[in-house]
């Protein structure tokens, strides 16, 4: 996962290993119908039961993803997700929030397949809740609600940070088996295509953009449960995320002097 300010994406990059419990019990979600557009791959990208459902698919003519239809400048963004099962390496699932333009902010959770058995991204025989909390202090990735990962607001030491440009949500599947699993080595089986990926109760606290008033709360009750506005890492969290990263981390872009050998980014300092 990564977030990347402006227009230099993959600045920071982050992988993790992470076997977590099966998510139990599940609250209730948007209606996909009202609040995204499926934008690639023809039928590969499915809303179903009603709205209640996503799916995306990719097979070897192609991936497909969606994207939402507002526009959102700060908030807590949830979305449980089924990723592909199985022998999916090769495939890349990306879901992120991204402004647009030249010198667009994104916020990224990417998700490289694997071959079947070895523990790589997530347990993916279940969903998962993956949520952002963006607000004016912080960034902060939670997985099943355990934070993995926090990005600070360090303009003050000249690190960029996403608080101008209103974002959408994105996510889509597709084949990047020249550079996805082992560099590249590994390809994708297209024998076991399509590939599938699904999206279950969305939910979006967080404010609408518009020209015309910079923040609608998403949802009515929402101005009531302003709590991720201010949301940070409180002990027991701040020691959660180190758990985490010690146990499940298997690459930190902050420690990758190979790659940044002329220097590590700032807020890796
Ligand atoms: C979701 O929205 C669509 C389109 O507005 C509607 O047809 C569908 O009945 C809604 N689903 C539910 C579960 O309310
Ligand atoms: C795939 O799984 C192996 C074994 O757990 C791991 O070493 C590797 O980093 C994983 N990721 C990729 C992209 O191959
Ligand atoms: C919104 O408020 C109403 C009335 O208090 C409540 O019944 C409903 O569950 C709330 N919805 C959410 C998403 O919190
Ligand atoms: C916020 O909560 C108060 C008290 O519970 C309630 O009167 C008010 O209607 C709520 N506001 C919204 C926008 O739901």
Request: charged letters at 20%.
């Given at each position: 996962m990564s977030f990347s300010s402006p227009s230099s994406k993959l600045s920071s990059l982050l992988l993790f290993a992470l076997l977590l419990g099966y998510l139990i019990g599940s609250s209730k979600g948007g209606n996909f119908s009202q609040d995204f557009d499926i934008i690639w791959g023809d039928q590969r990208a499915q809303m179903l039961n009603g709205g209640q459902l996503l799916t995306l698919s990719l097979d070897k003519v192609s991936g497909s993803g969606f994207q939402s239809k507002n526009e959102y400048l700060f908030g807590r963004i949830d979305m449980q997700i089924k990723l592909v099962s199985g022998n999916s390496a090769g495939t890349v699932t990306a879901y992120y929030l991204s402004s647009q333009g030249p010198t667009h902010d994104e916020i990224d959770f990417e998700f490289l397949g694997n071959l079947?058995?070895?523990?790589?991204?997530?347990?993916?025989?279940?969903?998962?809740?993956?949520?952002?909390?963006?607000?004016?202090?912080?960034?902060?990735?939670?997985?099943?609600?355990?934070?993995?990962?926090?990005?600070?607001?360090?303009?003050?030491?000249?690190?960029?940070?996403?608080?101008?440009?209103?974002?959408?949500?994105?996510?889509?599947?597709?084949?990047?088996?020249?550079?996805?699993?082992?560099?590249?080595?590994?390809?994708?089986d297209w024998t076991q295509a399509p590939f599938t990926a699904s999206y279950i109760n969305f939910k979006a606290n967080a404010c609408i953009w518009s020209s015309a008033s910079p923040c609608t709360f998403s949802s009515p009750n929402s101005s009531n449960d302003s709590a991720w506005q201010v949301q940070t890492l409180d002990a027991l969290g701040r020691d959660r995320l180190r758990r985490v990263q010690q146990k499940y981390m298997i690459y930190n872009y902050c420690t990758d002097l190979k790659r940044f050998s002329q220097g590590l980014p700032t807020e890796c300092k």
């Open positions: 079947t058995g070895e523990p790589y991204v997530l347990h993916t025989n279940a969903f998962h809740a993956y949520s952002i909390v963006w607000n004016k202090q912080r960034i902060i990735f939670l997985v099943d609600d355990i934070p993995i990962r926090v990005f600070q607001n360090l303009e003050s030491v000249g690190v960029p940070f996403p608080n101008k440009q209103a974002m959408r949500i994105y996510s889509s599947l597709w084949n990047a088996d020249d550079w996805a699993t082992k560099g590249g080595l590994v390809k994708t």
